[in-house]
């Protein structure tokens, strides 16, 4: 069985994580007698070459799933890493100590590459967690590639040729200078409110992917802060905010990981239970006065005159109209009365059992949920009786 996140293992890895980081600031010089700062370009570049071994993992698995799920939020996660990936592995190959990289490896350089990829990843993980998830129509994924490949190559091209003339982030020896602090300020801030949008969506949803992505804001967060006080590219304190960054990815690829499986449980069970369900599900958005399908499966569908792309964003009224009542106007109901509401109705010389009632998606969205099973075989059909319910039903209003 595997190993689930829950909100005490989250507080123990957060706490840790501080803990270890105060910890470290106290006993520094006594850390300083085993550290050997002439081993650390090796260190640096395994712990980049892990980090980008994750943002490829999410960049392929991301564009992969996209065929099926069409989710902008997983197509916007693939680029994000597919452009943070190639900018750190600039990053690594231009940090001091490495070989000839385009122009000679240099500490501004490399922090140049640190920083952009830092701002660039912090501001869109924060648009994706805040944008609501829609399916796509078209396919982007040739265009997120080729968009990901300019955007990275003109970062690059800029740090490199302009190296000289840019501001000076570092000074080694001395420390960061204020306009690093600055940018590294400015992006734990926006790290900061992801950690908190993070925490509160797991507040309303209880899903366990949002609780890592909010670990991992945690030690990202923790990572931003740490390089702003080092004095060396090559000090502890660089280190240790490779270290937290190596977690704070790994939390990344473990929330992505969730909500895959979530996509992939919602196929299969289109795929296969929904689709041989002897009878209907649809789920309904309130769209003007009408109620819009925006998801239906079943046998039953089969028997109907519409193929599922053709239901998709069509009023529920037109899909199964009735003689008497419109299926707005039970909808108006269950709506209103905030609980289930059960009929049946006529449709096509079937027998229909309908229950339906209120309820919010996974993205706090107010959705009616129903369900129609045929009862012709069950109890006596009422096709002949039509124009005595019509009659029936005329004087019936209903309370809006």
Not at 131 to 157: C, E, H, M, N, W
Request: proline share 2%; hydrophobic share 50%; net charge positive.
């Amino acid at each position: 069985m595997k190993a689930k996140m829950t909100e005490t293992k989250f507080l123990v890895y957060t706490v840790s994580a501080i803990f270890l980081l105060m910890m470290v600031r106290i006993f520094l010089s006594q850390i300083y007698n085993i550290y050997e700062p002439k081993n650390y370009v090796g260190i640096h570049t395994l712990l980049e070459i892990v980090c980008i071994a994750i943002s490829v993992t999410i960049f392929l698995y991301g564009i992969k799933k996209f065929g099926t799920t069409r989710s902008i939020t997983l197509l916007l996660l693939a680029f994000t890493f597919l452009v943070v990936g190639m900018i750190d592995l600039f990053h690594t190959l231009s940090f001091k100590g490495m070989p000839f990289f385009i122009t000679a490896s240099s500490v501004q350089k490399a922090t140049w590459f640190w920083i952009i990829a830092r701002v660039i990843q912090s501001l869109l993980i924060l648009s994706l967690i805040l944008l609501p998830d829609r399916k796509l129509q078209r396919d982007y994924r040739i265009f997120t590639l080729i968009l990901g490949l300019i955007l990275a190559s003109i970062v690059g091209f800029i740090i490199i040729v302009f190296e000289k003339n840019l501001p000076l982030l570092v000074i080694e020896g001395k420390g960061t200078t204020l306009l690093k602090n600055g940018m590294e300020y400015g992006v734990s801030f926006v790290l900061f409110i992801s950690l908190m949008v993070s925490l509160y969506q797991y507040y309303l949803y209880k899903k366990e992917d949002k609780l890592y992505f909010a670990l991992a804001f945690v030690f990202l967060l923790l990572t931003e802060l740490i390089f702003t006080i080092y004095q060396s590219v090559f000090d502890l304190d660089n280190f240790l905010g490779h270290i937290y960054k190596v977690f704070g990815f790994y939390f990344i690829l473990k929330g992505f990981y969730f909500t895959e499986l979530h996509y992939d449980s919602i196929q299969e069970a289109k795929n296969t239970s929904l689709s041989d369900y002897p009878g209907l599900f649809f789920r309904l958005k309130k769209r003007g006065s009408q109620f819009i399908c925006t998801a239906i499966d079943g046998e039953l569908l089969q028997r109907t005159r519409y193929h599922h792309e053709d239901i998709i964003g069509r009023a529920i009224s037109e899909v199964l109209p009735s003689f008497d009542v419109s299926m707005d106007d039970y909808c108006h109901i269950t709506k209103k009365l905030q609980d289930v509401l059960t009929f049946e109705l006529v449709y096509q010389e079937i027998v229909l059992l309908i229950s339906i009632k209120p309820s919010v998606d996974e993205f706090g969205q107010d959705v009616i949920l129903g369900t129609a099973m045929d009862l012709t075989g069950v109890i006596p059909r009422r096709v002949n009786q039509k124009q005595n319910r019509q009659e029936e039903n005329k004087n019936f209003k209903i309370v809006m």
